[in-house]
């Protein structure tokens, strides 16, 4: 599940917590597990590694609890410990790929020119029963650049808004959509032409399909 | 002034979300009605999204949640009352 912040429910959780009922930290860490996790998987790309620096992240938001100022949501402000987490293990573990990180900025050019389709049929959801199409879908985002998975993770699989997907990797408004745009033309690209196999062949259902 | 595939295709994103302006939006709903391309590049994006932001594509490792807390639950005791 997807969950939406509740602002009053997380203030007073924390008023709570931070008096002594240390208990409610679970419930206020929960809709936060998800965007955490896929934040740091996207930016380690190594599912144990995302799940231990998931958990780190957690028990500093906890230890650190009191420094949350509500300027900003809380979440966002998870989400920018988690990414800190993650930054710092990158560092850590290969200094060379941090300038690979940095290389590639808004600015720089490329083809994000669509694939050009004449007609589409709707791929419906039901479609995902089918593990092939999750996987395929996986990989595609996988294998994006970080700056736009990034941006793809927080904004469509976790549906933050731009105001809090910027403020949670710390770039531009403007960035966020820019990165969005050029990222959902990558998918569309690398997913359209091999997504039209699982569309609903026509008049299956009539008897009609050839 | 028409404009042209390049130009819609600059602004799809937000056209999905809703995010351009309405003289805009009019102009790019003019041009997707005689544009077969135009159209099916923006359902193909639209149905892109709906399927890889569906919850099934991208699932916690199962027991994530479970350590976590367990986790959580250790740190919390030994931080005493």
Redesign the interface.
């Known amino acids: ?2 969950n939406a912040p509740n602002p009053e429910f997380e203030a007073d959780c924390i008023r709570r917590i931070l008096a ?1 009922e ?2 409610l ?2 419930d206020l ?2 809709s936060c ?2 965007p955490i ?2 934040l740091l998987m996207s930016i380690l790309r190594n ?1 144990a590694e995302a ?1 231990d620096a ?2 780190e992240t ?2 500093k938001i ?2 650190n609890l009191q420094l949350f100022r509500g300027e900003s949501q809380f979440r966002t402000w998870a989400l920018s410990i988690a990414r800190n987490e993650g930054l710092g293990r990158l560092r850590k573990a290969d200094t060379r790929r941090e300038d690979s990180l940095d290389a590639l900025s808004d600015d720089q050019g490329g083809d ?9 049929r ?2 419906p ?1 039901k ?2 029963e089918q593990k092939e ?2 996987g395929m ?2 990989q ?2 996988d294998g994006l650049p970080e700056i736009y998975r990034n941006v ?2 927080l904004r ?2 976790e ?1 933050m808004d731009v105001r809090e997907t910027a403020a949670a990797l710390g770039i531009t408004e403007g960035a966020v ?1 820019v990165r ?2 050029r990222a ?2 990558l ?2 690209r690398s ?2 032409p091999r ?1 039209k196999g699982f569309a609903p062949k026509r008049g299956k259902l009539f008897g009609l399909g050839r | 002034m028409r404009i042209d595939c390049k130009h819609v ?2 602004h ?3 056209y ?1 979300d809703g ?1 351009v302006g309405v003289e805009l939006r009019a102009e790019i709903d003019a041009h997707l009605e005689t544009c ?2 135009c ?3 923006l ?3 639209r ?12 699932e ?2 199962a027991g ?2 479970e ?3 367990e ?2 639950e250790k ?2 005791e030994m ?1 005493g ?1």
């Open positions: 599940m997807k002594g240390k208990q930290f679970h860490i929960r597990e998800r996790y896929f599912e799940e998931a958990q957690v028990l906890y230890r994000f020119t669509p694939a050009i389709l004449t007609s589409w709707e791929v959801s479609a995902l199409l999750a879908l996986r595609a985002i793809v993770l469509d699989i549906e959509k969005l745009h959902r033309a998918l569309q997913l359209a997504l | 295709w600059e799809i994103s937000a999905i995010e077969e391309i159209s099916a590049v359902d193909s994006t149905n892109v999204v709906v399927l890889y932001a569906d919850g099934r594509v991208f916690l490792p994530f949640s350590r976590l807390h986790r959580l740190e919390m931080s009352p």
